[in-house]
């Protein structure tokens, strides 16, 4: 089991461009975390999918930002017309259910670099 | 509101001293607590969560809901201890609330 799998590692874009983040889960895992880790910052909850549904999106920019988890494939995380500020790391967490007491496995994340 | 405060963000030790690392939450409800650890050139992971008491790599961390805290502790430190560790609060769906982190060096 690869575990959970983030690509790509890191990003460019220019300002205005898109950014699309790919999160394939672990085997068997259908809860599928996003979260933004700012420079000396913690991480901060974005969004929270099951497969075709969006669960939790409270942590999530109102503008720009979008989020899937489609049937097949992995979740994509997606940044429209970005700005210097959304540059971070942007990690991708999967548990087999949405319970509060289960542990999350996390990938190695997305580094987004905004030229 | 809810909030994982981790008041360290540098911890420095010699190998063989105890080491132990804060955090206190705030949340209304009943908490679920996890610490986790990121090794240089890894990915987060997994190192303890209260609900199991378990003690993982020498390090246990207690849950006082008197004081809102779930401190990391290790009574001797070792020099492979040094990491990026977050305390992390779970509820509604299992989303997480992170800490800031502290970082632990352990020197030899």
């Known amino acids: 089991n690869a575990g959970v799998m983030q690509n790509p590692r890191h990003l460019v874009r220019r300002r205005g461009q898109e950014a699309r983040l790919r999160c394939s889960p672990m085997?068997?895992?259908?809860?599928v975390y996003w979260y933004r880790q700012l420079p000396e910052e913690g991480l901060k909850f974005m969004v929270y999918?099951?497969?075709?549904?969006?669960?939790?999106e409270s942590g999530m920019p109102k503008e720009r930002f979008s989020a899937e988890f489609p049937k097949e494939g992995p979740s994509i995380l997606r940044i429209q017309q970005v700005v210097r500020g959304d540059s971070a790391a942007y990690f991708c967490?999967?548990?087999?259910?949405?319970?509060?007491?289960?542990?999350?496995?996390f990938g190695d994340g997305t580094r987004l670099s905004i030229l | 509101a809810q909030r994982v405060t981790q008041p360290e963000k540098l911890l420095s030790v010699f190998k063989g001293a105890p080491v132990e690392l804060k955090c206190n939450y705030s949340?209304?409800?009943?908490?679920?607590l996890f610490w986790y650890v990121q090794y240089s050139r890894q990915r987060l992971q997994l190192l303890l969560r209260?609900?199991s008491r378990e003690s993982i790599k020498g390090f246990t961390a207690d849950l006082n809901k008197g004081e809102t805290s779930f401190h990391l502790k290790k009574p001797f430190a070792q020099e492979e201890d040094s990491a990026m560790y977050y305390c992390?609060?779970?509820?509604?769906?299992?989303?997480?609330?992170f800490g800031q982190g502290t970082e632990l060096s352990v020197k030899p």
């Open positions: 967490a999967s548990s087999p259910t949405g319970t509060q007491n289960q542990p999350q496995h």
């Open positions: 085997k068997g895992h259908s809860h």
């Open positions: 999918l099951q497969k075709e549904n969006i669960i939790d």
């Open positions: 949340y209304s409800g009943s908490p679920e």
């Open positions: 209260h609900i």
């Open positions: 992390a609060l779970s509820f509604q769906g299992g989303k997480l609330i």
